[in-house]
């Protein structure tokens, strides 16, 4: 062994390992290094749960992708209607809440879905403005958006879609609604008395105190808006609306304070029916463009083509809602927009144009007085009126027949978010001077294409309405006969057997709400024009037979002073 490897021998063995180096025969000591043993590893600042959570999480977030749903492109000529809107309404917190669905994400510019909203009288919507919310793109999609009820930019009455950003442009990906419970809003909850029976009539404000002796339980009565609207002065009544001042005949509208607190006060609920019979001349922005000429009807379609259209309807019947909805003024349970609305010519003019135009036009207007109404008195009803033409398919007819106008209406309300209208029908006989109804007529048929609904046939009407496409949410919708009446020209005897006949068929029927008379007393000018006296009195106040008959058929006393009619009418009721 040499010298230099004993020493590195030696170094060895105690531990410490020192470099030795010869140089020119003479080993000299270079600095010792340390052995280096294996050290323990540094202890971790998170203990084992939070790494856990941590590791979990990861396995949460990578499953998420996984299962994130597909991107999928979209024709272009497919995707206004790829997302399915389906709802529309003013959630817990007064917002609109849109919510929405879909299979899969339409590929787009961003990973935002957005919401854009339209008047009514706008057939599209601006997607060059900007949208009024936005959130993450997934199948199942929520959007909310302010809603400034009673400021001028109210979005009360207008419709709602979702859009998507793609090659730099807003494009719309469903289909568009309205909101569909104003009544969210509502300040007051009336909806009518607990009624006995459906008995009603259209009153006389001349004679009341003979209601109460009648056991009348509904009225039906006409608010023409020609008496309500002036332009402001002494007695007026101002109502500022979503920031725009209207005013209301003081003197009127106390007429009608006066009307409503006195029959409720007997027990009757009011079917209040509005009427546009304003002149354009004064007010023309209520009336619809299209019906400010060339008309010999006493009444208008209501305006909802432009702001100040849907904003001056809107403020009218936010008003009278208000007024009359258990304020102190009088209580109104029922609404009736418009009279007949089928009957174009007669009593809903607008220039002549197609039944979807006509229709939509109508549609629109009532969809804005529907949520005025609603979204004050959360329980009133709503109607639309139709007469007894029903399934005519004339030619030449300058009016509409009422189940296409009502099968246009539902799909219409349905198409844009359903809301629960209800049907006033008018099933007058044909012609009207013809009483005995029971006997029939070649044009009054019990099916569905019969081309008039009378009182005989009446189970057509309800029959049609518990037809899917008519319900509501499952339901049958509230339906009244808001007017039929008989004359008393082929003797008193008659007219009250139609009567107290008429009563017992809607007595009988549970899809019927209520049946209102025509009249409770005759109207000079229908005996003059058309020889019809359909009063329980005379014009003189003296009682006809049917006075007694209409007063106690829903009574204990019904047999006394109902017998004498099955003779009369040949059936057992």
């Known amino acids: 062994m040499t010298l230099l490897a004993f020493a590195v021998a030696v170094c060895s063995v105690s531990g410490v390992f020192t ?66 809107l389906d709802g529309c309404t003013i959630g817990e917190n007064g917002e609109v809440e849109v919510t929405a669905s879909a299979e899969a994400l339409p590929t787009s510019d961003d990973k935002y879905y957005y919401l854009f909203d339209a008047a009514t009288y706008e057939d599209g919507f601006n997607t060059e403005a900007e949208p009024i919310s936005k959130t993450y793109k997934n199948t199942e999609i929520k959007l909310t958006a302010a809603l400034h009820k009673g400021e001028a930019q109210s979005r009360l009455y207008r419709k709602f879609v979702v ?42 404000p001349s004679r009341l105190h003979e209601v109460e002796d009648l056991g009348v339980n509904y009225a039906t009565y006409n608010i023409p808006l020609n008496r309500l609207l002036v332009t402001g ?64 009807a006493p009444y208008y379609m209501f305006n909802a083509t432009d702001e100040a259209g849907v904003n001056a309807i809107a403020a009218i019947t936010s008003f009278l809602a ?27 003019y607008m220039a002549q144009t197609d039944l979807g135009t006509y229709t939509a036009a109508y549609a629109r207007a009532f969809r804005v007085i529907y949520n005025a109404i609603k979204s004050t008195n959360a329980s009133a009803y709503v109607y639309i009126s139709l007469d007894q033409q029903w399934d005519r398919n004339m030619k030449n007819n300058p009016d509409y027949d009422g189940r296409d106008l009502l099968d246009t209406f539902a799909a219409t309300l349905r198409n844009y978010g359903d809301i629960n209208w209800g049907l006033a029908q008018h099933p007058y006989t044909v012609p009207l001077t013809d009483v005995a109804f029971w006997n029939g007529h070649k044009l009054v048929s019990n099916s569905a294409d ?61 899809s019927l709400h209520a049946i209102m008379f025509s009249r409770q007393t005759d109207a000079p000018e229908e005996i003059a024009h058309d020889g019809l006296a359909m009063g329980l ?10 006075y007694d008959v209409f007063k106690y058929m829903d009574t204990n006393k019904r047999e006394e002073y109902i017998s004498f009619a099955r003779s009369i009418v040949g059936v057992d009721f």
């Open 163 to 204: 859009a998507v950003k793609k090659d730099d442009t807003f494009k719309t990906v469903s289909n568009s609604s309205y909101i569909t419970n104003p009544e969210a809003l509502a300040s007051y909850n009336y909806g009518g008395m607990q009624q006995s029976s459906k008995k009603g009539l259209l009153i006389d």
């Open 233 to 296: 002065g002494e007695g007026s009544i101002a109502y500022t609306y979503n920031g725009v001042t209207y005013y209301f005949n003081g003197r009127i509208i106390q007429e009608y304070d006066y009307l409503f607190t006195n029959l409720n006060s007997k027990g009757v609920d009011i079917a209040a029916i509005i009427l546009n019979d304003v002149s354009p001349s004064t007010f023309p922005e209520v009336t619809h463009p299209d019906a400010r000429g060339g008309s010999t």
């Open 537 to 546: 009195c005379t014009t003189g106040g003296g009682h006809k037979y049917s």
């Open 19 to 84: 470099r030795h180096e010869k140089k020119n025969n003479v080993v000299q000591e270079v600095a010792p290094v340390e052995h280096k043993e294996d050290k323990p590893k540094e202890k971790s600042y998170l203990d084992e749960a939070a790494l856990k959570a941590i590791t979990d999480s990861g396995d949460r977030v990578k499953k998420a992708l996984d299962e994130r749903p597909a991107t999928v492109e979209i024709p272009d000529d497919q995707l206004s209607e790829y997302v399915s």
């Open 450 to 510: 019969t081309s008039f609904i009378t009182m005989k046939n009446i189970n057509v009407l309800t029959d049609y309405m518990n037809g899917e496409a008519m319900l509501y949410n499952g339901n049958v919708r509230s339906i009244i006969l808001s007017e039929v009446g008989y004359t008393s020209t082929q003797g008193d005897t008659l007219q009250a057997a139609a009567i107290a006949y008429a009563y017992s068929k809607v007595a009988a029927n549970s």
């Open 322 to 348: 208000q007024r009359y909805s258990d304020s102190g003024h009088g209580s109104v349970a029922m609404w009736i927009i418009g009279n007949e609305v089928n009957a174009r010519k007669e009593w809903n």
